[in-house]
């Protein structure tokens, strides 16, 4: 089993739909949780880090169920420069360190 | 200007030579990593950094070398390319949070297309 997984996609929504992607995580010892954003052929950026609570965004809201070791990303209103690939990103205790996984990303397209 | 840059954007090599990829951050942040990303593949750790002269292994290291005598410098050797090693090279700073419960956050540079043929 992967250490992080997600649905690759691609995901095809209409403009103003409401999408949502989940990721999940094997290491019950995981800490942190992020979400990243990648263009095409760019390099990733911070979109969003998740916490226990659930966070808030504008239009994008994160939420951890470390029950289930699942995170979740959900956009409202999606627009046109939504489209990219979000990559979900977990860290865990390692060695003194902390493990960063990347999930290998679920692509989103936005459609007119 | 701030950031973190990598170079070259675009290289292309012949097997079994050697070729190093540079990257270079202001921010004076500790912590470097080396990704490489492959279709199909997430962003896999290759080596990272803690701090000037500390280097250790990621989960891909085999065939790559790498050192850290400046803080701001990174640099990552092919010693022998190999098919195998065309991919993106992606060089990231990480900005540790002193104080608080906030996650860290990895700064990525924009990449480099290797094409080993």
């Known amino acids: 089993r992967k250490e992080v997984e997600q649905d690759p996609g691609p995901f095809n929504v209409p403009e103003g739909a409401t999408v949502a992607f989940n990721c999940t995580y094997s290491n019950s010892a995981s800490q942190s949780f992020f979400w990243y954003r990648q263009d095409c052929r760019k390099e990733p950026k911070l979109l969003m880090s998740?916490?226990?609570s659930g966070n808030e965004d504008g239009r994008f809201t994160a939420q951890l169920n470390r029950a289930s070791q699942y995170i979740s990303l959900l956009i409202r209103d999606s627009k046109l420069s939504d489209s990219a690939t979000y990559l979900c990103?977990?860290?865990?205790?390692?060695?003194?360190?902390?493990?960063?996984?990347f999930g290998i990303g679920t692509k989103l397209q936005v459609i007119p | 200007d701030a950031g973190i840059t990598q170079s070259p954007r675009y290289k292309i090599t012949e097997t079994g030579r050697q070729v190093t990829l540079m990257c270079h951050q202001t921010w004076s942040h500790s912590y470097m990593f080396w990704y490489r990303q492959d279709l199909g593949h997430g962003l896999r750790l290759i080596y990272y950094s803690a701090a000037a002269d500390i280097t250790d292994k990621g989960e891909v290291p085999d065939g790559y070398v790498v050192s850290r005598s400046k803080t701001e410098n990174f640099p990552l050797t092919l010693e022998s390319a190999t098919r195998s090693q065309t991919s993106v090279y992606f060089c990231?700073?990480?900005?540790?949070?002193?104080?608080?419960?906030?996650?860290?956050?990895?700064?990525f540079g924009p990449g480099t297309r290797l094409t080993v043929l």
């Open positions: 990103v977990v860290t865990a205790p390692s060695g003194g360190y902390q493990k960063v996984t």
């Open positions: 998740v916490y226990s």
């Open positions: 990231a700073s990480e900005a540790k949070v002193l104080s608080g419960s906030s996650p860290d956050t990895q700064y």
